[in-house]
């Protein structure tokens, strides 16, 4: 008999605030808004996210992240509502990729903002970050071709995002740099272990 696989911390994140998504996602579509929508406006809206921490104001690029990244929480209930449950195939590639550029974006703001400034050593420590952050869902794609339940690890997105805002609100974007930078690597090498302990 399998080990019974631990709820991750998204999984409950998601279950306690199903009911704000629900109502959320549900008045999105009633205003003629559609899932695939939502998710480019919220990857859009890092663009934004990504010229103010470029430029510094570190605080409001925490604000704006706010505001788009919650809404990678409505665009798959949405999907579920409008096509009874099943979702579709193009709205879950569209949610991955676009959730990619939506990291690169806010990731690049604070590395061109270290460039700028000739922080050349918290450069590299943003290049690491990213490094991290594209392993992670990529070491979930690939185990997951195989048939492998692939959330675990110490950070997937959502942990990223907790500390990103968290630390751009408090004007100390490089802390959370570094600790994805640590974390989210980690997270990509415990996926690795899993991959090799499960295939042949």
């Known amino acids: 008999m399998s080990e019974e696989r631990k709820i991750t911390f998204t999984e409950k994140c998601r279950k306690w605030f199903k ?10 579509l009633k205003i003629g808004l559609t899932a695939n929508a939502v998710t480019v406006i919220g990857c859009l809206g890092h663009i934004g996210a990504c010229w103010l921490a470029y430029r510094g104001h570190f605080f409001w690029a925490g604000i704006l992240l706010i505001l788009f990244a919650v809404m990678d ?7 579920r509502m409008a096509t009874g449950g099943k979702g579709t195939k193009f709205g879950a590639v569209l949610d991955s990729t676009t959730d990619r550029y939506a990291e690169f974006l806010i ?8 460039a700028e400034a000739g922080n050349i050593p918290w ?13 992670v869902p ?5 185990g997951e071709i195989y048939g492998l339940d692939m959330r675990l690890g110490i950070m997937s997105r959502l942990e990223r ?8 609100l408090i004007g100390f974007p490089n802390i959370a740099m570094a600790v994805i930078a640590v974390f989210a690597n980690i997270t990509a ?12």
Not at 19 to 28: E, I, K, N, V
Not at 123 to 135: H, P
């Open 19 to 28: 009911g704000f998504g629900d109502a959320a996602a549900s008045f999105l």
């Open 73 to 79: 929480f409505f665009d798959g209930t949405m999907a």
């Open 107 to 114: 990731f690049g703001g604070i590395l061109l903002n270290n």
């Open 123 to 135: 450069v590299a420590v943003c290049v690491a970050a990213m490094m991290g952050a594209f392993l």
């Open 138 to 142: 990529y070491t979930r794609a690939k």
């Open 161 to 168: 995002y907790i500390v990103l805002v968290v630390c751009l």
């Open 189 to 200: 090498i415990q996926r690795l272990l899993h991959m090799k302990k499960n295939l042949d």
